[in-house]
């Protein structure tokens, strides 16, 4: 029985999926582990803290893949005026805010099938953010996106030049 027979099953990335990146796309990469056991599920770089605008390309990017998003759960604090709801492709995606972090966005398919990513902030320099989501993602990452972050130079503000 072929995968798209099955619905209730989850759907898996292949273990190469490989695009090249276009302007404005979610820059995004999940574990492709079939066994889910890392304390991450992936990582997500938007490019700024508008959310109307960095969220549909995350959705849009993990539907392609995943199967339907339901609900997204952030920090309030940590984006410009933060909607309850949001229409991507046709379908209402909740929003939920919850003072969990700023470094962790959760992601519902389903009534019960929750991912957690990794978030890097929009100002982290490429190298940091490559660097942190590639040790996000590893199957045997024990490692929580805070203390990630900091490890990779992600989390920590800017210096001053």
Partial sequence: MAD???????????????RSVKPGTALLRLETTHTREGILDGAWWPRSQDIG????SLI?????????????????????????RVMV???VVHI???PVGDDTVLITRGDRDHFSLMLVPPDTSPDAARAAMARAVRADNV???KQILID??????????
Avoid: Q
């Fill in 96 to 98: 939920d805010s919850f």
């Fill in 152 to 161: 990779t130079g992600g989390g920590m503000p800017p210096t001053p030049a």
């Fill in 143 to 145: 490692t929580e996106a």
């Fill in 4 to 18: 798209s027979d099955t619905p209730d099953l989850p759907r898996l990335l292949p273990d190469a999926v490989h």
């Fill in 53 to 56: 605008a960095e969220l549909p």
């Fill in 60 to 84: 849009s990017a993990l539907t392609e893949h995943l199967g339907p998003v339901t609900r997204v759960g952030l920090d309030g604090s940590a984006w410009d005026e933060l909607p309850t």
């Fill in 89 to 91: 492709d046709d379908r």
